[in-house]
């Protein structure tokens, strides 16, 4: 059975920071492209940004200089490090593992940025 948990949401004031983590079981993690996904409600999702198996990295224009990902295959882990936060970055942030055809989601963590 294919798990990816997120976590680390939470409450967090503008210019602050986050770590989300999205813990995989079930798959061979280091095949995967793992991406991460943000949505807010009435809005469709968005791309965050994504790490391929091999390690490169792409960001949606609106985090890049602020969001970082990163992944650590011994631990079939896959991380976002979310600096300068703003209010705008309020969304549930879902973790998402990709390998041929083969698409998986978390269940989401709320981040909410306000003062």
């Known amino acids: 059975q294919v798990q990816l948990v997120e976590s680390g949401g939470g409450l967090v004031q503008p210019g602050g920071s986050l770590r989300l983590s999205c813990a995989a079981s079930?798959?061979?993690?280091?095949?995967?492209?793992m991406g991460w996904y943000r949505q807010a409600p009435g809005k469709e999702r968005e791309l965050v940004g994504v790490?391929?198996?091999?390690?490169?990295?792409n960001y949606a224009d609106s985090v890049k200089g602020r969001f970082t990902i990163s992944r650590d295959n011994a631990k079939n882990s896959a991380y976002l490090q979310m600096n300068s936060l703003r209010p705008e970055d309020t969304n549930v942030y879902y973790c998402?593992?990709?390998?041929?055809?083969?698409?998986?989601w978390g269940q989401g963590t709320q981040v909410t940025v306000s003062s």
């Open positions: 079930g798959i061979t993690f280091r095949f995967y492209d």
């Open positions: 790490i391929t198996w091999g390690g490169s990295k």
């Open positions: 998402n593992a990709v390998f041929g055809s083969n698409d998986y």
